[in-house]
């Protein structure tokens, strides 16, 4: 963890924003502006870009990918720039945790995937690197994008150890068993031998 040398209620106040933020949910706005329906009917009932992306739109899934990331990096940006860096990690937290149970939709949100890329890239690039090319690595092997997500978010406080980041370590860890407890349901598919592949209809 960085050390806390910002002020309590500032500190409250980046994790409200960051928290809000991160509670838009970005997929059931892009599918009412491109009229694709109520996102939280369509296939899995997610709110997130793998979703959109089964209505058969790519840019709208497209742009769902990009905005909830954004939710994580801007949140991460602004904090560090108008507050520090204990601020930063705090606020990729909450972005995450926004996203993950958004106040809009009743605390029923995503599995917060692109959100938890976003804010490891703005946080230190080289750890969101790293995670981004570990999903993409094991997507191509086992072509099972729940599967890549749970990989990727398990090794991410490794990177952080491995690249230098150890500040970011007690941080990953707690967004990695986040990703892990949203994904209960695809674990178990996953056990079962039931969990879709990429591209299968």
Same mark, same amino acid.
């Given at each position: 963890m960085?050390?806390?040398t910002s002020a309590p209620l500032m500190l409250a106040l980046v994790a409200l924003a960051a928290y809000l933020l991160g509670s838009i949910p970005f997929g059931i706005?892009? $599918?009412?502006?491109? =009229?694709?329906?109520?996102?939280?009917? /369509?296939g899995s009932g997610n709110i997130g870009a793998t979703n959109v992306l089964r209505t058969g739109n790519k840019l709208a899934a497209f742009l769902t990918l990009i905005l909830d990331a954004g939710k994580g990096g801007i949140a991460v940006? $602004?904090?560090?720039?108008?507050? =520090?860096e204990d601020a930063a990690q705090l606020a990729g937290f909450t972005a995450f945790l926004g996203h993950c149970f958004p106040i809009f939709l009743g605390f029923k949100g995503g599995k =917060?995937? $692109?959100?938890?890329?976003?804010?490891?890239l703005a946080l230190f690039w080289p750890l969101g690197l790293a995670a981004c090319t570990t999903w993409l690595a094991a997507a191509a092997l086992m072509r099972i994008s729940s599967l890549a997500a749970l990989l990727a978010a398990v090794l991410s406080p490794l990177w952080a150890y491995m690249l230098g980041a150890p500040s970011l370590l007690v941080l990953a860890v707690a967004l990695a068993a986040l990703i892990l407890y949203r994904h209960k349901a695809n674990i178990s598919? /996953?056990? $079962? =031998?039931?969990?879709?592949? /990429?591209? !299968? !209809?």
């Open positions: 960085p050390e806390l706005v892009m $599918a009412k502006l491109f =009229g694709l329906g109520d996102l939280r009917a /369509i940006l $602004a904090a560090r720039a108008l507050v =520090g =917060g995937v $692109a959100t938890w890329l976003g804010t490891l598919r /996953i056990l $079962a =031998g039931d969990e879709p592949r /990429i591209g !299968k !209809k």
